[in-house]
């Protein structure tokens, strides 16, 4: 699985990651122990950046994480395969995967959000036209009087 670095931020890499191994943040920084899931919460809100600290808890655990795209995004997530060893991939189901997708979630409702607002642009430029033709039937005759 090959992830492009320019799209993936410290948030979305360590969402992926959760969403792959455990689904859930808090769970996930449970079983990497850390004694403050906050530090996980504060990743994921684009507060904090993965800390080398960080990362060292989530590769230990996790042995098949790429340390180097956890802390980049250069490079597969993966060391080998598709997923982390010993843990199972969210279920293959499409729409049990997009209820379990957090980010996806999101960007479903950002890529919903956007089709409304092309299509209330799209009808405003519509009714814009709509008044210049009409300003320039009316203006037409104007010009003409004016002019003769």
Known sequence: MSVNKSI????????FLTGTAIGDVYKFSKKIALSKPDTLYNIRDGKTPITPTTAKKITDTFKNVN?????TGDG????????PEGIS?????????KTNCPLCNQRERLIQA???R??????????????I???????????QASSG
């Open 76 to 83: 597969q997530p993966f060391k080998w395969g598709d997923k």
């Open 133 to 143: 033709e009409g300003l320039r039937a009316l203006a037409g005759p104007e010009k």
């Open 89 to 97: 991939l969210v279920k293959e189901d499409e729409s049990e995967y």
């Open 8 to 15: 993936m931020t410290d948030s979305e890499r360590l969402l």
């Open 67 to 71: 340390p180097d795209w956890l802390l």
């Open 114 to 116: 956007l089709d409304a």
């Open 118 to 131: 092309i299509a209330e642009q799209a009808r405003t430029i519509k009714v814009h036209e709509n008044s």
